[in-house]
């Protein structure tokens, strides 16, 4: 079992930054790919980025260019930088992590361990 606590949303203007933290705790050294998910009021979830234990990334294209996705193995971390942020932006971003590489699949559809998320509010 892996357990996640995510921190860092809050509330910026249009144009602002975030940095959103995960700490994980538990099987952590099983993880090998880890992300980010967000889901909008009246919205689906959606990936944001995965990034796989060895270190390759990938992003939804509405956050290309502005988000980036990293990860400190020595303190079971993950980060998300959010530049340029936009009032479609606004979500709340969960923070998930999976025992299997992740491939082409986990951006899409998901991983088996989940925090509770935290709200980023954009305003315009």
């Known amino acids: 079992q892996v357990q996640l606590v995510e921190s860092g949303g809050g509330s910026v203007q249009s144009g602002g930054s975030l940095r959103l933290s995960c700490a994980a705790s538990?099987?952590?050294?099983?993880?090998?790919?880890r992300g980010w998910f967000r889901q909008a009021p009246g919205k689906e979830r959606e990936g944001v980025a995965v990034?796989?234990?060895?270190?390759?990334?990938s992003y939804a294209d509405s956050v290309k260019g502005r988000f980036t996705i990293s990860q400190d193995n020595a303190k079971n971390a993950l980060y998300l930088q959010m530049n340029s942020l936009k009032p479609e932006d606004t979500a709340m971003y969960y923070c998930?992590?999976?025992?299997?590489?992740?491939?082409?699949?986990?951006?899409?559809?998901?991983?088996?361990?989940w925090g509770k998320g935290t709200l980023v509010t954009i305003s315009s």
């Open positions: 998930a992590a999976d025992f299997r590489r992740c491939g082409g699949s986990r951006l899409r559809y998901g991983m088996d361990y």
């Open positions: 538990g099987n952590t050294y099983s993880i090998n790919c």
């Open positions: 990034i796989d234990s060895d270190g390759s990334t």
